[in-house]
């Protein structure tokens, strides 16, 4: 049966199409004709599910139930499980469905030591290569988080646009090795912070603006722009692991 199961999912949209869908929905950029419409719109939709908790961590689907949920066929939706399980999102059962990754604490240490490899040489490279409409982008999307409206938004919309101002960093950097590399990294980092948000509510303390890092790169200042980061990440991760931590530890995660 395992055997029989396995293959459903390892064919059809390509790899370099999946992080192509992924990039514009993470950044909010949608293309449009370059990948299979009804293929995008299943990766979307259950991407977007799993990163926002409505498919909370460790629920049990059937396909059945996302495909009615996100009105679409049994065969976009298995080349979407086979490029999010490969991003361990989720992970197809054989002979049970289909598990939505737990949010485990012991994945905040690897998650943002990868960030910060990634995300330090990319603040360099955008400091000496970002070009004048790059760097507004990346000052558009900064001021734009504070300025969030509905305040039950509040948390949402930051998510939002601390994603597009890391992949807009990533695109400045002008490394399409690197900026692929931090794609497949957001989803799971954001998937975290929604658990975060979900049980702590918004809170500007837990909200890092990234004006350091912007400004070292309109600059043009590496060491800054990678200082910058550094800090921004470092903040970050140790805010998550606390939470993370000590909700599991006290069993209401």
């Known amino acids: 049966m395992t055997a029989q199961w396995v293959p459903r999912y390892t064919t059809g949209m390509s790899a370099s199409a999946a992080l192509l869908a992924l990039r514009e929905e993470l950044s909010g950029r949608r293309g449009e004709g370059l990948h299979e419409a009804h293929t995008n719109e299943a990766f ?3 991407l977007q599910r799993i990163v926002t908790l409505a498919y909370e961590p460790g629920r049990l689907l059937t396909e059945r ?3 009615g949920d996100l ?3 049994r065969a976009p939706l298995r080349l979407a499980v086979a490029h999010l399980s490969d991003l361990g999102l989720i992970q197809p059962l054989p002979r049970k469905g289909l598990l939505v990754a737990p949010i485990d604490a012991f994945e905040v240490g690897p998650i943002y030591d990868a960030r910060a490899a990634i995300e330090a040489k990319v603040a360099r490279l955008a400091a000496t ?3 004048a409409e790059e760097i507004e982008v990346l000052q558009a999307h900064d001021e734009a988080h504070l300025d969030h ?3 039950a938004d509040v948390a949402a919309s930051f998510l939002a646009h601390d994603q597009a101002v890391h992949l807009a960093l990533a ?3 002008h490394n399409r090795y690197l900026e692929h590399a931090l794609v497949r990294i957001l989803p799971s980092s954001a998937r975290m912070w929604h658990w975060v948000y979900s049980r702590l509510g918004p809170d500007a303390q837990t909200m890092f603006p990234h004006r350091g890092i912007v400004a070292a790169v309109a600059e043009g200042d590496p060491d800054g722009a990678e200082a910058a980061v550094h800090a921004h990440l470092d903040q970050s991760r140790q805010v998550l692991m606390k939470v993370v931590t000590d909700r599991m530890e006290d069993g209401r995660g």
Do not use: F, N, Q
């Open 65 to 67: 139930e996302i495909m």
């Open 129 to 131: 290569k970002a070009s």
């Open 171 to 173: 695109a400045a950097a």
């Open 71 to 73: 009105d679409v066929t």
């Open 149 to 151: 409206g509905d305040p």
């Open 44 to 46: 979307r939709g259950l």
